[in-house]
């Protein structure tokens, strides 16, 4: 090979490759350094996603909505037809948006009002930031993914508990 032959480098002048022996260092990058960086990589990209996906929903959430006044409403009630389902958005200033199936339907609005009205007395906007970074530092692991699952379908049945609960219908 070319090990330690003189090599030319900027402006013409020589160089040469550290050889086996010369004293001079070369670096190697272990297996905990690979493993660290892949993980930063896929921390950062999982991060990245979120934030984009949840920006992209609030812009979309905030150029379509329309007011919906529901009288003794404690927080702000909006449609957004998009929606495939009625939602609890925000995590400073939560609100509640009504898909267009939800707004045309009086008769279950109270249902879906006491449903979203749980979703924020749990505290399940906090709870999905606490997924959220729990599935950036973790998204490599199975488990993880699966409490997540888990974690989102259990806020769902105690938000429809609590609902029940709340309108008096056992």
């Known amino acids: ?7 030319t480098g900027e402006g013409g ?40 996906s ?16 529901v009288e003794g409403c404690p927080v702000p009630v909006y449609r957004a037809d998009f929606l495939a389902s009625p939602c609890l ?3 400073f200033r939560p609100a509640i948006y009504l898909n267009r ?5 009086s008769e279950r609005l109270k ?17 999905a ?3 959220a970074a729990c599935l950036c530092l973790w998204w490599f692991h199975p488990l993880v993914w699966a409490a997540a699952v888990c974690s989102k379908r259990d806020c769902e049945l105690a938000c429809d508990a609590s609902a029940v609960r709340a309108l008096g219908e056992e």
């Not at 493993?35 to 934030?51: E, L, N, Q, T, Y």
């Not at 199936?101 to 339907?105: P, R, W």
């Open 1 to 7: 090979g070319s090990e330690g032959a003189p090599r």
């Open 13 to 52: 002048r020589m160089i040469s490759a550290p050889t086996v022996g010369s004293g001079e260092s070369v670096r190697s990058v272990g297996v905990g350094e690979i493993v660290r960086i892949v993980w930063m990589v896929g921390v950062v990209g999982m991060a990245a996603w979120f934030v984009v």
């Open 54 to 69: 949840n920006l992209r929903l609030w812009g979309r959430l905030r150029r379509s909505r329309r007011a919906y006044p």
């Open 89 to 91: 958005a925000g995590v």
């Open 101 to 105: 199936e939800a707004a045309e339907h």
């Open 111 to 127: 249902y879906i009002l006491a449903h979203e009205l749980a979703h924020k007395r749990h505290g399940d906007n906090w709870w």
């Open 129 to 131: 930031l606490a997924r």
